[in-house]
């Protein structure tokens, strides 16, 4: 599935029209025709249906979604909330069609009369604005959004919620709050930008015939689904051994930080890696032994509980590398972090700490022959680049692209949509995982899971984008089975994978 911007849905419908050949009348037709099915199991046959209508094809679209209902007995009213002349083109010829077919349309320009019909209606369809809105709205529509959201109806958007912009880094005044939104062909970046998805509520996307060459453009971005981890994922070889599955290493802990560490080795072994050592202070190590006795020990050089850098590591033994975790951040022990970055002849995973400790000798990453994948979460992604939380997460996809090419690593940028971005920029989005993630120790555990994942027989983003699919998958499950999103914790996450792992086996 492609994530697309305006201008990009825009060109898929140009190469539609002008090289496929499809008028533009049909694919308002299919879009109506489509959204109004998947509708359909949301309504009542009693449903009193408020569709309001503006300029541009999403207002077309309203006008063949209410023929279509209207032709299957459902009660509709139809509200036109531009003057009639800014209804044209596409749009007008169905909105005749509407009108041909019996239907009625009550125009209100000045949204004077918006209350009156949202107080009878139990539904409002929202085909109002499309993929091109940006910044502020003019009066009325900022009100007529206001009273929508008020009122107590169920609210289905067409496309995109009216007034969200469909592109990261774009201000806007307000939007329809939907409870579902029906997008066309493809999801727009809105739709996975922490301040803007929640507008959507739930919602699915929804084909209209556009040809499979008008997406031969489109390809930097996609979600990552449980289809393709089917599609993906090493199946486990009868005849295998503990090195088929890959020799890592994780380095990291401290004395007052030995869970982080702990949990990182316990998921990377609960998620198929075949040997897991641990670099870490001498002292922690029974702690860790308690909840992973199957992992092996390396005692590493420390001063007050925390490594230092005078350890020498045989790094050409190891399928993969994780360091940072609980590592502490004192000068000493950066030092043995960016030494791991020059000589690891591996992939090396870089997470919490180990970010802290590059963040001001990000060059080095362009001088390493294998794959670097960096972990960070906005917090940390804003000390690497010096860009301000609130923008990273207002438009993550260009900072991740630009980070990724830049440095050329592979980077996951954390959060309730994590992007995976490789040194060419092509982005993959993760849809599963939950609120109940939002705890200490989730990223430990993620890298565990990281870590194996990297040391079996996949391609590198596969596995980065499959390791990221599991780790939400297995918080999923866990709160419809037995946990809620309070008291789900990392260590929980982790006895969930045999869940994910079952499924996928």
Known sequence: ??????????????????????????????AGRSITESMIPLLAKNSR??????????GGDGFVIGRTLCNQRFHVTVLQLVPDEKIRGDAAYHKQLYINFGGKVHVDDQGKEIAAFLKEATVVIDAIFGIGIKGKLRPPFHQIIEAVNQSNTVKLSVDIPSGIPADEGVSFDTGVWADYTFVIEAPKMSAFLQHTAKYYGKWEVVKIGLPLASFDQVTARKVWTEEQVHFTLPKRDDYSHKGTHGKGL??????????????????????????????????????????????TFIPLDSEKGVITGSQCLDYSVYNAIAIGMGMGRSEDTAELTRQLIKEANCPVIVDADGLYHISDDLELLKQREFPSILTPHPGEMSRLTGIPVKEIISKPFRIAEEFSKTYQVHLILKGPFTIVTDPKGKQWVNTSGNAGLAKGGSGDVLSGILLSMVMQPQLLVEALANGCYIHGKAADNLIVNKHSKQDLLATDVIQGLASVFRTFS
């Not at 050592?277 to 702690?287: A, K, R």
Request: with cysteine; hydrophobic share 45%.
């Open 1 to 30: 599935m492609h994530i697309v911007t305006a201008n990009e849905m825009y060109e898929m419908d140009r190469v539609a029209m002008e090289k496929g050949g499809i008028d533009g009348r049909i694919l308002m037709e299919n």
């Open 49 to 58: 249906i408020l569709i309001l209508v503006g300029a541009g094809n999403n």
């Open 250 to 295: 994780i380095v990291g802990g401290s004395r007052e930080m030995p869970g982080s560490i702990a949990m990182t080795a316990l998921s990377s072994l609960r998620s198929g890696a075949g040997l897991v050592s641990v670099g870490t202070v001498n002292e922690v190590i029974p702690s860790i032994v308690s909840h992973c006795a199957e992992a």
